[in-house]
T-cell receptor, first 115, second 111 residues
């Protein structure tokens, strides 16, 4: 079974550039989460979607960050313009949230470096 | 008070030792509990769910104490490959979508 698929695995770009991270959740899952992880701040929830609808984006750092989920099998996280402090590992996770509580499953992550 | 708290460690133990981690949570309405393992620069991976009656998976045993609001993970006969960070995750009831992660406990198993 395919797990959560993220792309790219690594991204190195200069500050000011637009960065787009992509995620394909596990088929059948109805919830998708974007996280950011750094040594200093640990794992932070940025935004989560349920049935393609953003439920809580309170973790999105600022207006430079945006996320979309146009359909059940695809989501993007965009940073525009990017800054060096955005450097981190970005994880996408999916789960089925319903009457039985299922765990989250994570993608491999995108390692983002902003120079 | 943090919603989910863990001792960051590191716990340094010799191979073959038994080691236990605890994790406390603040929301008494929490319904689902999980342990994840994260290796350096990798994604968190589900180790096991934690059930009310406690559960075991090979060398790993997880327990839940609702009265005291903590969960525990016991690793028996620890291996070098068990070295990782162990994350405690707590989720509310079926109407709640958020998974709350602890900051993790680092385990180093020494030869």
């Amino acid at each position: 079974d395919a797990g959560v698929i993220q792309s790219p695995r690594h991204e190195v770009t200069e500050m000011g550039q637009e960065v787009t991270l992509r995620c394909k959740p596990i088929s059948g899952h109805n919830s998708l989460f974007w996280y950011r992880q750094t040594m200093m701040r640990g794992l932070e929830l940025l935004i989560y979607f349920n049935n393609n609808v953003p439920i809580d984006d309170s973790g999105m750092p600022e207006d430079r960050f945006s996320a979309k989920m146009p359909n059940a099998s695809f989501s993007t996280l965009k940073i525009q313009p990017s800054e060096p402090r955005d450097s981190a590992v970005y994880f996408c996770a999916s789960s089925f949230v319903g009457y039985s509580n299922q765990p989250q499953h994570f993608g491999d992550g995108t390692r983002l470096s902003i120079l | 008070r943090k919603e989910v708290e863990q001792d960051p460690g590191p716990f340094n133990v010799p191979e073959g030792a038994t080691v236990a981690f605890n994790c406390t949570y603040s929301n008494s309405a929490s319904q689902s509990f999980f342990w994840y393992r994260q290796d350096c620069r990798k994604e968190p991976k589900l180790l096991m769910s934690v059930y009310s009656s406690g559960n075991e998976d090979g060398r790993f045993t997880a327990q839940l104490n609702r009265a005291s609001q903590y969960i525990s993970l016991l690793i028996r006969d620890s291996k070098l490959s068990d070295s990782a960070t162990y994350l405690c995750v707590v989720k509310g009831g079926s109407g709640t979508y958020k998974y709350i992660f602890g900051t993790g406990t680092r385990l180093k198993v020494l030869a």
